[in-house]
């Protein structure tokens, strides 16, 4: 069962002796629910950062017009990467799942990923080769969005199906019916940490009077909490596996 931004700031509430938010509470106002709330965040973006979680994954389509250099991926954000499958019996290392499927289930090509400057560097070059596009970079530059560069251009309009893993965005403090995308645990863990060395010394447990800390800071997570060394009741199917 999905769990909700609310329910996850109830948890850690729950795990430091606090008040829980009220349940007509549309968005968190305390300083103290803000700090929990940034602290939340944080860790769900280091642990979405830490591994190409299945929730997180998604196949987008891009359309390059004819003659055109870009498309654009409009469901994908800065942090967003390719996924990759291993393929070391052909020696390739990693292989990115981004495909050319212009021509449908008989035509489907395997495009190559390079360097962003290289792609720059040869379209500069010869701006005037257009064919079946057989290279691919991404580019993050356009903030909210991600651009595909492909190389070379494209003579007809070409559509290449990239798979991703797209983290979920930054939960705001009205955020609260949202469902959070990532495994909870690690992320109860997680936030639930760095209170125990730290956040203590703000005031007695409890206490209706404690203030958030502008000075307080975290410290990485411990690799017990990323599942790099001991996983803590990962599900089956988001056990990192050959795709990280």
């Known amino acids: 069962m999905a769990t909700t931004y609310r329910e996850m700031v109830n948890r850690v509430m729950r795990k430091l002796g606090e008040r829980e938010l009220n349940g007509s509470a549309t968005e968190l106002t305390t300083d103290y629910e803000k700090l929990v709330g940034d602290i939340i965040n944080d860790v769900k973006e280091e642990i979405e950062n830490a591994h190409q979680w299945r929730a997180l994954r998604s196949t987008e389509s891009v359309t390059v017009a004819a003659q055109a250099a870009t498309g654009v991926i409009t469901n994908a954000n800065e942090r967003s990467t390719v996924v990759r499958i291993i393929q070391a ?5 990693t292989i990115p799942l981004c495909f ?36 691919f970079a991404l580019d993050n530059t356009a903030g909210d969005s ?97 795709t990280h």
């Not at 760095?194 to 409890?206: D, F, K, N, Y």
Request: glycine fraction near 6%; hydrophobic fraction near 35%; charge should be negative.
């Open 100 to 135: 050319d499927v212009t021509d449908g289930a008989d035509g489907v090509v395997l495009l190559q990923e390079m360097d962003l400057s290289e792609i720059i560097y040869r379209d500069r070059m010869q701006s005037n080769d257009y064919a079946r596009p057989n290279f």
């Open 89 to 93: 019996e052909r020696g390739a290392g």
């Open 146 to 242: 991600m651009n595909l560069h492909v190389y070379p251009r494209p003579s007809a309009t070409a559509t290449i199906e990239v798979t991703l893993c797209i983290p979920q965005s930054r939960l705001e403090a009205t955020d609260l019916a949202t469902n959070i995308s990532i495994p909870t645990r690690p992320l109860l863990v997680g936030a639930v940490w760095p209170w125990r060395s730290e956040a203590r010394s703000l005031a007695p447990v409890g206490s209706s009077t404690r203030h958030a800390s502008t000075k307080h800071c975290r410290r990485p997570l411990p690799e017990t909490v990323l599942g790099k060394a001991t996983p803590l009741n990962w599900c089956s199917d988001d056990q990192p596996d050959a």
